[in-house]
C-alpha cells in the first residue's frame, strides 16, 4: 500500500519567515495530494491540495509544488505568522477504487516565534 | 465541511465496555471514511464505507472493532471490549463520491478515553 513520509518533524520559524515541509510518497498511481492543518483538539482542515497533473498551485500565503517523477511534494508558507503555528499533515490518495481515502504523513508541529 | 457531524466529542469508558462512535455525514453525501489519531500521531485509515458496503476494511484491527452504514441514520463505528491502547481520537470523514480527487470534509472527531 501507499507509503508517505513527512519531514521534519517539528519546525521553528521567526514570523516573516518562511516554512517548508517535505513529504514522499511511495505509490505512483498516487494522483491527489492535500495538506491540512490540525490545532491542538480539533479537526484536520484542508488548506491546499493539488492533483498529478498540475506541478504546483499557490493560494496567497500558501504553495504546494508537486514532483511526480521524484514522488515528492511540498508546502510552502511564506510571510508566517504565529496563527499558522499547528500540526500540518500531507497525504495522498489512489482515488478511483480507493474514493477518498487518504495515507497521512505523520505530522509536522509548526511554531511561528512573534 | 462543519456539516460532519460526530458523536460524542468526548467519550469516556472503562476497559471491558463497548463504545460507540457516530458520525453523520455532509448532506449528500454517500461516502464515509474512519480514521484514528493517537496521540502525537498521524492520521490512520480504518474503514471505508458507502450506505450499507463496507468498501474497505484494511486498517481496522480484526477484532473487537466493527462499522457499519445503514441506508437510514448516521455510520457507526464499534468497539467492543476497550482497552487502554483504544484511547485515541477518531474522525470521520465524507465525501461525495469515489471520483477521483474528491476532497474528503472531516468531522470534529470523538475523543475515547479509556480508564
Known sequence: GENV???PSTLSVQEGDSAVIKCTYSDSASNYFP????????????????RSNVG?????????????????????????????????????SIGETSGSRLTFGEGTQLTVNP | ??????????????????ARLRCSPVKGHSHVYWYRQLPEEGLK??????????ID????????FSAEFPKEGP???RIQQVVRGDSAAYFCASSPSPSVNTEAFFGQGTRLTVV
Open chain 1, 35 to 50: 495538506w491540512y492543518k490540525q490545532e491542538l483538539g480539533k479537526r484536520p482542515q484542508l488548506i491546499i491540495d493539488i
Open chain 1, 5 to 7: 513520509e513527512q519531514h
Open chain 1, 56 to 92: 504546483e498551485k499557490k493560494d496567497q500565503r500558501i504553495a504546494v509544488t508537486l514532483n511526480k517523477t521524484a514522488k515528492h511534494f511540498s508546502l510552502h508558507i511564506t510571510e508566517t505568522q504565529p496563527e499558522d503555528s499547528a500540526v500540518y499533515f500531507c497525504a495522498a
Open chain 2, 45 to 54: 485509515f480504518m474503514v471505508y464505507l458507502q450506505k450499507e458496503n463496507i
Open chain 2, 75 to 77: 455510520s457507526i463505528l
Open chain 2, 57 to 64: 476494511e484494511s486498517g481496522m484491527p480484526k477484532e473487537r
Open chain 2, 1 to 18: 465541511n462543519a456539516g460532519v457531524m460526530q458523536n460524542p466529542r468526548h467519550l469516556v469508558r472503562r476497559r471491558g465496555q463497548e
